[in-house]
């Protein structure tokens, strides 16, 4: 790769970036997974329709993850799962905190006095056991798809470079092997006509 390709290339996103963007977005996501949970939980404490446990266990951390993935594309694979953690954690935090208010504010000093009680305990486990390791998967795949479809400015430009010096490399190999062939062709014609000199006359 010669100078003037090194100069084209975009210099890498700081690190700076990366955290900042993990953290939004896995703030955003968290929050949206959180959401859903407590909706499909404790349908009577929420003005959103109320939606299918599963959906909200299985489909909605692997799709935040997923957008996630897609949107952390540009840097390296660990900042998505990075984010994934985050995602859980922050989605968890806003859980435990809803169900836990009266608790926490005091106006509840008993938990069994909490409504619906065993319910909110169940959500809590269920969302600490399947949260994570499906918002990581998502975020797998959202980067993989990323990555594929959606690539960077800097992935694309190192593509358009890997292609040109494939081409570069490609011709040199090619009039390499021309070259050698000529010079194979031209060493046999010599051998041919030294050995013709030095046959004997036929007699007759």
Same mark, same amino acid.
């Given at each position: ?29 968290? /929050?949206?997974? =959180?959401?859903? #949970?407590?909706?499909? &939980?404790? *349908?009577?404490? !929420? ?5 299918? %446990? ?35 954690? /922050?989605?968890? =935090?806003?859980? #435990?905190?809803?169900? &836990?208010? *009266?608790?926490? !504010? ?5 938990? %069994? ?92």
């Amino acid at each position: 790769m010669d100078q003037e390709s090194l100069r084209t290339i975009p210099k890498p996103k700081k690190r700076l970036y990366a955290v900042l963007h993990s953290i939004v977005w896995g703030t955003a996501s968290g /929050i949206i997974v =959180a959401n859903f #949970f407590f909706s499909a &939980f404790f *349908p009577e404490f !929420t003005p959103f329709p109320a939606l299918d %446990v599963g959906i909200a266990i299985l489909v909605v951390p692997a799709f935040c993850g997923f957008i996630m993935g897609i949107m952390l594309n540009e840097y390296e694979m660990r900042i998505a799962i990075y984010a994934s953690f985050l995602m859980t954690m /922050i989605s968890l =935090a806003f859980i #435990f905190v809803t169900v &836990f208010l *009266p608790i926490i !504010t005091g106006t509840v000093t008993d938990i %069994v006095q909490l409504a619906s009680g065993e319910e909110q305990r169940q959500a809590l486990v269920l969302s600490s056991i399947f949260v994570l390791p499906i918002s990581v998967i998502g975020g797998i795949f959202g980067k993989a798809f990323g990555d594929v479809y959606l690539p960077s400015d800097e992935e694309r430009t190192l593509r358009r470079m890997l292609a040109k010096d494939t081409k570069l490399w490609h011709r040199l190999l090619q009039k390499y092997f021309e070259k050698e062939i000529e010079e194979e062709t031209v060493e046999e014609e010599e051998v041919e006509e030294n050995s013709s000199e030095m046959e004997p006359p036929e007699q007759g």
